[in-house]
């Protein structure tokens, strides 16, 4: 694809769940959220919040938008929209992203364009090109994951990475040990995303006489629905899912399933305004009866996991 149409919305915070859902059932190959931009927003404290969307170049965008907007009952709005050249934006995002590590045993690398000819101090090296996905490994709430998966994934396990965006912890879990991994997301250029990035890992690490088992390393274009297509999973030892609270709490029974068969789960996504009440929400589901909810924060975002 060599252009897509970006489209920019405002719209109430407390509507942005719906709003997302909507243009990702109506043709959008992927989302974002503004969490904070000078001079334009502070989604963090405002009762408003900019989205984003990509689509195909020839999106119906203006009609789509007045539609949605009258048929979800929102009047107060505000959008644009422009064409963008999609080689040059990977060309600016590769550029400014460079190798950097993460946690005690990861380096990051945005592409083989950028890998350091000497790296004598991170084991593990993870190549990430995150395209349009979410999942550069620079947002504190990745951190996060990234720092919890050295310390908790053992060899032998099995991972579930919902909302796996570019696959960075999919990927993650593989190289720590795992042995069977499904990486699942909503969004079609994340899935894209994930695939290649699986793809040049693989050939990276295989090059390295590294060899790990990529063959159990799924990637799917999906929602929590996706449990309920496979019958045959009836226990995963870890789930992860670095998601916004809302989308947990709007996807609340089915996601109970997934807490049902895990041994041990992890979520982050959460900003410091919200955890305290979506810690007492976790602690009120049943799956959860017995278990212990821990956290990690790092500038003010949030992680919970089991024990």
Same mark, same amino acid.
């Given at each position: 694809?060599?252009?897509?149409?970006?489209?920019?919305?405002?719209?109430?915070?407390?509507?942005? %769940?719906? &709003?997302? %859902?909507?243009?990702? #059932?109506?043709?959008?190959?992927?989302?974002?959220?503004?969490?904070?931009? +000078?001079?334009?927003?502070?989604?963090?404290?405002?009762?408003?919040?900019?989205?984003?969307?990509?689509?195909?170049?020839?999106?119906?965008?203006?009609?789509? &938008?007045?539609?949605?907007?009258?048929?979800? $009952?929102?009047?107060?709005?505000?959008?644009?929209?422009?064409?963008? /050249?999609?080689?040059?934006?990977?060309?600016?995002?590769?550029? !400014?992203? @460079?190798?950097?590590?993460?946690?005690? !045993?990861?380096?990051? *690398?945005?592409?083989?364009?950028?890998?350091?000819?000497?790296?004598?101090?991170?084991?593990?090296?993870?190549?990430?090109?995150?395209?349009?996905?979410?999942?550069?490994?620079? @947002?504190?709430?990745?951190?996060? =994951? =990234?720092?919890?998966?050295?310390? @908790?994934?053992?060899?032998? =396990?099995? *991972?579930?990475?919902?909302?796996?965006?570019?696959?960075?912890?999919?990927?993650?879990?593989?190289?720590?040990?795992? %042995?069977?991994? @499904?990486?699942?997301?909503? $969004?079609?250029? !994340?899935?894209?995303?994930? +695939?290649?990035?699986?793809?040049?890992?693989?050939?990276?690490?295989?090059?390295?006489?590294?060899?790990?088992?990529?063959?159990?390393?799924?990637?799917?274009?999906? %929602?929590?629905?996706?449990?309920? /297509?496979?019958?045959?999973?009836?226990?995963?030892?870890?789930?992860?899912?670095?998601?916004?609270?809302? *989308?947990?709490?709007?996807?609340? +029974?089915?996601? #109970?399933?997934?807490? !049902?068969?895990?041994?041990?789960?992890?979520?982050?996504?959460?900003? #410091?305004?919200?955890?305290?009440?979506?810690?007492?929400?976790?602690?009120?589901?049943? +799956?959860? $009866?017995? #278990?212990?909810?821990?956290? =990690?924060?790092?500038?003010?975002?949030?992680?919970?996991?089991?024990?």
């Amino acid at each position: 694809m060599e252009k897509f149409l970006q489209l920019d919305l405002k719209v109430p915070k407390d509507k942005s %769940d719906t &709003v997302t %859902d909507f243009f990702l #059932r109506s043709g959008a190959i992927s989302s974002a959220e503004t969490l904070y931009e +000078e001079g334009k927003t502070n989604n963090l404290d405002n009762d408003d919040t900019w989205l984003q969307f990509a689509f195909r170049e020839e999106y119906p965008v203006t009609s789509v &938008v007045v539609m949605a907007m009258e048929f979800l $009952e929102i009047t107060d709005y505000e959008y644009h929209h422009q064409i963008i /050249k999609t080689a040059d934006i990977l060309a600016k995002l590769e550029l !400014s992203l @460079h190798p950097f590590p993460v946690g005690k !045993s990861f380096l990051l *690398v945005p592409s083989l364009k950028n890998m350091p000819e000497e790296n004598p101090y991170y084991p593990n090296i993870i190549i990430i090109n995150p395209a349009f996905a979410f999942g550069t490994g620079q @947002h504190e709430t990745t951190q996060l =994951m =990234m720092e919890y998966l050295e310390d @908790h994934v053992r060899p032998g =396990m099995s *991972v579930i990475d919902m909302g796996c965006g570019s696959g960075i912890l999919s990927i993650a879990s593989l190289i720590l040990g795992a %042995d069977n991994v @499904h990486g699942i997301d909503i $969004e079609e250029l !994340s899935y894209e995303a994930s +695939e290649q990035n699986k793809g040049i890992n693989a050939d990276f690490h295989n090059a390295s006489n590294k060899k790990l088992p990529w063959d159990q390393l799924y990637f799917y274009k999906d %929602d929590f629905s996706w449990l309920g /297509k496979k019958p045959g999973i009836k226990h995963i030892d870890l789930f992860v899912a670095n998601i916004l609270p809302g *989308v947990f709490q709007s996807n609340r +029974e089915v996601f #109970r399933n997934y807490l !049902s068969i895990s041994g041990q789960w992890v979520l982050s996504g959460i900003y #410091r305004n919200v955890s305290e009440s979506f810690l007492t929400w976790l602690a009120t589901l049943s +799956e959860n $009866e017995g #278990r212990q909810i821990r956290t =990690m924060e790092k500038n003010g975002w949030f992680l919970f996991y089991s024990v």
